[in-house]
């Protein structure tokens, strides 16, 4: 199950692709993680999900991502007489704590942390950011706002506080149950919904430990400026666009997520690119072709993954889905302009051993033209170092510890392959050489690169490059040629 591409693809898992059957086939269609959202997944349907995908990953020998979107806090208002009410540009509208049917000029709001954190002069926006509000006034039990651009408000829908942070942990009490509930199964990747700060993640963190990696969701007007400190405390990153572009101008969303995303790569930082990437494949078998540009300036960009939702948990097309998005991939990375485009951003490696080999790795397999890097990774950190390079040539992530191989799933060009350690260095130039032969990464004559730490199996410790060439049946040649 070699991809032909390095950019992974994330897709989300739903009622049109919950068959076991189903997953397979999209697995070999070119899913490389698959996405659960905790926010619609009861927890029996969960335990199936990864039930289905680990038995698809036996059956294809591939390690397999699996990620459990936790929900969030969210915040609704309450309900309003007749269901909905209409709200006119320019009236006056008031949020309050009285638990009774709101109408036309009130509704019960059943959060205090927004009239703890609200300013006058905030925005305010409603169902997704199609009506839009400044607060005018605020009391302990009131918020008065102008309607700017007004419509239809339907009892229960959501309210958004682009300017406002709000003093709120990371996880609600759902998804504190979500989260228990998907470690004790063994997923892969935690993503954290509307991330404000850095401190958020590290407080998700405790909970998590080492069960899983954390991947934060930006999301939030708050979350750009505090974008550093989220990345040197998350594992992976996600631009997820569809809350990002109703909290902030969409105008902003195709600068921000080239931000996210060079920011994540110079920190070496799996980052996955989402929402709406294919939308018109929910209903249709072919793209627009805007979406296809869409989806390819990702890959230009450099991202580690791009992600489907509704398109494969909801839509008539899951798998055409898939193959269309792994296509665009391919073709992009194949473009002549392809290689100057993503080193254009290429930023200079960290003052450590591990950054310092991986560049060099980089350096000399081009240098050489050899056919392929080969990693030792036990926590993965090696094969993210070298990845975060962008090699031009593959990179094989060889791992004993199959949480390791399920992890890089989402890591930008790399084949991981669970394999144990090696007894000595002979071996594991063997091991290596013959991997790369067997997988199809390199035939008789290539040249090989190996990254290492030594002793192999401690973590944390790249220090060693070795170059070998192989022979007729993949063993390494006693000399080079």
Known sequence: MRRSRRVK??????????APEMIERLFAAGVDVFRINMSHTAHDVVKKLHGAVRSAEAQFGRPIGILADLQGPKFRVGALEGERVELREGATFRFDTTESVGGPERVFLPHPQIFDAVEVGHTLLLDDGKIRMTVTDKGLSNIDATVVVGGMLASR??????????????????DKADLDFALRLGVDWVALSFVQRGEDVRLARQLIGQAAAVM????????????????ANSDGLMVARGDLGVEMPVERVPGLQKQIVGQSRAAGKPVVVATQMLESMINSPVPTRAEVSDVATAVFDGADAVMLSAESAVGKYPVEAIRTM???AVEAENDPSYEAIIHATRTPPLATAADAIAAAA???ADTLQLACIICYTATGSTALRVARERPGLPVIGLSPVVATGRKLAAAWGVHCVLTSDPENQAAMVRKACRIAFDEGFAKAGDGVLIVA???????????????????????????GP
């Open 362 to 364: 980089h350096t000399v």
């Open 157 to 174: 829908k959501g309210i958004s506080l682009p300017d406002t942070v709000l003093p709120i942990g990371p996880l609600t009490e759902k």
């Open 9 to 18: 693809i994330v897709a989300t898992l739903g009622p049109a692709s919950h």
């Open 216 to 231: 934060s969701k930006i999301e939030k007007p708050a979350a750009i400026a505090e974008l550093d400190s989220i990345i």
């Open 453 to 479: 730490g030594v002793p192999l199996g401690s973590p944390g410790t790249t220090n060693m490059v070795r170059i070998s060439y192989l022979d007729a049946q993949g063993n390494p040649m006693a000399e």
């Open 326 to 328: 792994d296509r665009i």
